[in-house]
């Protein structure tokens, strides 16, 4: 299956380029023994480097590739460290991306390996369509497990899906606490009527709350989840409203939620991916692998194309 090895390269490059970039280092740079780099600046670095020269607008790939985020006491900065991210040894670029890609073969093999060799092996109709029965029945099992368990832990009815589910309902619930916090008042609050929120203090937000509390450095995911940022005329402040984000009301968080969830389940991997949790034959589970391979090539080159764009606009 083709992971997009080019475009995982592409990004490790690019921020390769960056870090190393003498005329950006008053913002983000290498640290002094080569071995991490430290944002000096996080939000103009957000804000206006990562969006022009690697077409993102957090460091979450970064994470997503290996990189770690080390703490550090003095200042607001932030400082990274991946093995083999080194100054002066571009050439070890390639050994992050290919454990990137081991791990996403691991969670594929994991997911489907087992039903993949038994195919492979069956040498009877009869053996292709047992394999993909009982592939389906053991997911259904684990469905109905996680099914159980989210009646215990959640208000809302349960939708099955991949997406991580826990780390939205745990997202929501930390920002809601956070906005609702009167000791953080001066940084962030509601607004008076209590249908948004206000950031009065956007640098401190992004430096201090945000990593601390939601373990994220900008506004990204907010807007995943639905947020929108409304226009203000005076000051720096920064107003954001969601629908269901109401003070007072944090069981309103659950429709949330389930917002995502319907996003989520409408994307064309969501899709294939269930079709393949429901395949009842070798020829409707070939097909669907036969789609997802050719989305990830396709999704690919989509992505060579946007960064082809960005290069000759920058």
């Known amino acids: 299956m083709d992971y997009g090895r080019n475009v995982i390269s592409d990004f490790l490059k ?3 380029e960056l870090v190393d970039d003498p005329s950006t280092d008053s913002i983000i740079s290498w640290s002094p023994n080569g071995l991490s780099f430290v ?10 480097l990562l969006t022009r020269r690697l077409q993102i607008t957090n460091f ?4 997503s590739y290996g990189f770690r985020k080390i703490d550090i006491s003095p200042g607001q900065e932030l400082e990274f460290a991946c093995d083999d991210f080194v100054r002066g040894k571009p050439e070890l670029l390639d050994k992050i991306a290919q454990r990137y890609l081991a791990r996403l073969k691991a969670y594929h093999d994991s997911k489907y390996g087992e039903l993949e060799k038994r195919l492979k092996s069956a040498t009877t109709r009869e053996e292709y369509d ?23 832990t959640s208000t809302i009815p349960y939708q099955d899906f991949a997406f991580g ?3 939205i309902f745990d997202f929501l619930k930390k920002a809601y606490a956070l906005v609702d916090d009167p000791s ?4 962030v609050s509601w607004a008076p009527n209590g249908l948004y929120f206000v950031v009065w203090q956007p640098l401190e937000f992004t430096k201090d709350l945000l990593p601390r509390h939601l373990q994220i450095t900008n506004f990204a ?20 409203m969601c629908n269901d984000f109401v003070r007072g009301k944090p069981e309103l968080l659950d429709k949330i939620a389930q917002r995502y969830v319907a996003r989520m389940k409408d994307t ?23 789609d997802k391979e050719e989305m990830f090539v396709r999704k690919s080159k989509e992505r060579k194309a946007i960064m082809a764009t960005w290069r000759k606009s920058t």
């Open 165 to 167: 589910r826990n780390d």
């Open 184 to 187: 953080t008042d001066s940084i």
């Open 268 to 290: 064309e991997l969501w899709k294939i991916d269930e079709r393949l949790e429901n395949a009842t034959s070798k020829e409707e589970y070939d097909l669907a692998m036969k």
């Open 221 to 240: 995911k907010f807007h995943t989840y639905g947020f929108s940022k409304l226009v203000i005329s005076s000051g720096q402040q920064l107003e954001f």
């Open 14 to 16: 690019k921020a390769y």
């Open 39 to 48: 944002v000096l600046k996080p939000l103009e670095c957000s804000r206006d």
């Open 130 to 152: 047992l394999a993909i029965k009982e592939h389906r029945e053991k997911w259904e099992r684990e469905s109905r497990d996680r099914k159980a368990r989210w009646r215990v």
């Open 60 to 63: 979450s790939p970064f994470q």
